[in-house]
């Protein structure tokens, strides 16, 4: 019924700056609350940053200032603009999507295959 897909990734150096992308397919229209979360070996899944039904973001701290979360409606596309890329931001890259208007607490149902990124020192 819904689909993500993420593209973008690469490997950049430190400093560098990368757009992901995510696609959304399918009944887009349920969908309000997206999100992108990165994950590395041995580690919990962590969110990086989310966008509501109303257009409000949250950021993790460790992103604040460097990411930028966005999405197109019309192209049915969730954007992340990282820029000041640090090594530490090496992960896989996931986006996903939810009906809760406010992001509430397990709002993520869809998820995407992620994208690699890679920062190198």
């Known amino acids: 019924q819904v689909q993500l897909m993420e593209s973008g990734g690469g490997s950049v150096p430190t400093g560098g700056s990368l757009r992901l992308s995510c696609a959304v397919s399918?009944?887009?229209?349920?969908?309000?609350?997206m999100g992108w979360f990165r994950q590395t070996p041995g580690k919990e899944r962590e969110k990086v940053a989310s966008?509501?039904?109303?257009?409000?973001?949250s950021y993790a701290d460790s992103v604040k200032g460097r990411f930028t979360i966005s999405k197109d409606s019309a192209k049915n596309t969730l954007y992340l603009q990282m820029n000041s890329l640090k090594p530490e931001d090496t992960a896989t890259y996931y986006c996903?999507?939810?009906?809760?208007?406010?992001?509430?607490?397990?709002?993520?149902?869809?998820w995407g295959q992620g994208t690699q990124v890679t920062v190198s020192s």
């Open positions: 966008i509501g039904g109303s257009g409000g973001t």
């Open positions: 399918g009944r887009t229209s349920i969908l309000y609350c």
């Open positions: 996903s999507a939810g009906d809760s208007w406010f992001c509430s607490p397990a709002w993520e149902r869809y």
